[in-house]
């Protein structure tokens, strides 16, 4: 649909050009890649803008260099603090290191040590870590009484102008490299300040792209401030894809947003889980799961992108290798060929013989298997795994299940639960 121009000129060309120029020797030109694979299964000419080959793994380094190299002395002096469970905090840890600046860093308790690692690796001797909070939410608020009680400056990951202009240039690194126009470009979505900073570049330079936001199924909330015309602040959040895991977006961000993209598209979590590792099986490329957002969304836009020239903006690739068990489980049951129940068994001889024999295909699996007998009893729970060839077998399992008597209850569709026992 057309769009009317910006009711502001928070972002512009001029600004953008000047965050290159502070950003130039501190950061990669990522390449601007067309893909093989993804080219040949959309019949389109698929881009990777390659941020998850920058210097810390992902974008975030350059609106937060940005916004740091243009404090003034007495801000500088005064120390900087962010709150952030792995990208930003390492931009902005790195950007403390080069500029010589003081950092607090705060993330949430529960942050993999190799995060936190990677945080004290790229900040050195100029940055203090600091764990506190059971959620995101918990660690910002900490952080943002901190910062007050220091007057200390904040370094916002995303809901501020400084920090929307940096991203903007990874908007103006695409568009010098690509020799054709591009169609559509996709950008994950967590607070906004990519999409903002990527968009604004586009609808100064490339008026006519179509600008593509993408989020996590599990975490909508830009898609649904803009479809309310409001920010939305979400109750509950799926934070498996980290990245892009925000209750709220930002107030200049959602103003962007709003009249920079035609369209958000929301991702399962699952499909973003079989790209991710599609991508690494295939591809060689290790992503993480807000860095896969864009991949996936092709599979929605599959009929619209078809001929065109698409980017795809790859946000990162910190990806913690013991997360893999936990995304191939994720990707297994969203393609329909892992299910978990919980059945009822008579407590006599040959049950478990007669669920194998009679209800389950001989090609099927049983990877997980939990039962205890009890006494003086009739019937117990078990909690059974099975791993199928072919997805639509599984309703031929359950009608066959309950044609021998044995009742259970389906445990898929019961994440939190199912958590607690895979």
């Known amino acids: 649909m057309e769009k009317a121009p910006l009711a502001t000129s928070e972002v512009t060309l001029e600004n953008v ?42 974008y975030k380094i350059r609106g937060a260099y940005h916004k740091m190299a243009g404090l003034t002395a007495a801000e500088g002096a005064r120390s900087v603090v962010c709150a952030s469970a792995g990208n930003h905090a390492q931009g902005v840890a790195y950007a403390c290191q080069l500029l010589g600046l003081k950092g607090y860093i705060f993330m949430p308790a529960q942050t993999p040590a190799q995060k936190v690692d990677k945080v004290r690796l790229f900040g050195k001797e100029q940055v203090e870590v600091i764990l506190t909070g059971r959620t995101f939410d918990d660690t910002f608020a900490t952080a943002r009484a901190f910062c007050d009680e220091r007057g200390a400056t904040f ?183 892992k299910h978990y129940f919980m059945v009822t068994f008579d407590q006599r001889p040959g049950a478990l013989r007669r669920f194998v024999n009679d209800v389950l295909h001989p090609d099927d699996d049983i990877i997980h298997f939990q039962y205890i007998k009890k006494n003086n009893k009739e019937k117990g729970p078990v909690f059974i795994g099975i791993e199928l060839k072919q997805p639509g077998e599984i309703t031929a399992i359950q009608a066959r299940m309950l044609a021998q008597g044995f009742a259970y209850e389906y445990l898929n569709d019961k994440p939190d639960f199912l958590s607690l026992l895979v």
């Open 17 to 58: 050009e000047r965050a290159a120029r502070n950003l130039k020797g501190v950061i990669y030109k990522t390449p601007l890649l067309i893909n093989l694979c993804l080219s040949r299964a959309y019949g389109a000419n698929v881009y990777l803008k390659r941020e998850d080959l920058q210097v810390v793994r992902s």
């Open 155 to 337: 370094v916002h990951p995303f809901d501020d102008l400084a920090i929307v202009e940096g991203q903007a240039t990874v908007g103006l690194e695409i568009l010098k490299a690509a020799a054709v126009f591009i169609d559509y470009c996709f950008m994950a979505i967590g607070g906004g300040g990519l999409a903002s900073g990527v968009g604004s570049v586009f609808r100064l330079l490339s008026p006519h792209t179509k600008l593509i936001g993408v989020q996590p199924l599990g975490a909508p909330s830009m898609q649904r401030s803009l479809a309310a015309g409001q920010r939305q602040a979400l109750e509950q959040i799926e934070s498996f894809v980290d990245g892009a895991a925000v209750k709220c977006p930002g107030a200049l961000t959602f103003t962007l947003c709003r009249e920079l993209l035609h369209d958000v598209v929301l991702v399962p979590e699952g499909q973003v889980c079989l790209d991710l590792l599609k991508m690494y099986n295939e591809e060689g490329i290790v992503l993480e799961p807000a860095g896969t957002l864009c991949i996936s969304a092709l599979h929605q836009y599959a009929d619209q992108i078809a001929g065109k020239n698409v980017v795809c903006v790859v946000s990162g690739g910190n990806n913690d290798i013991t997360r893999m068990e936990d995304i191939k489980e994720r990707a297994t049951r969203y393609q329909g060929l």
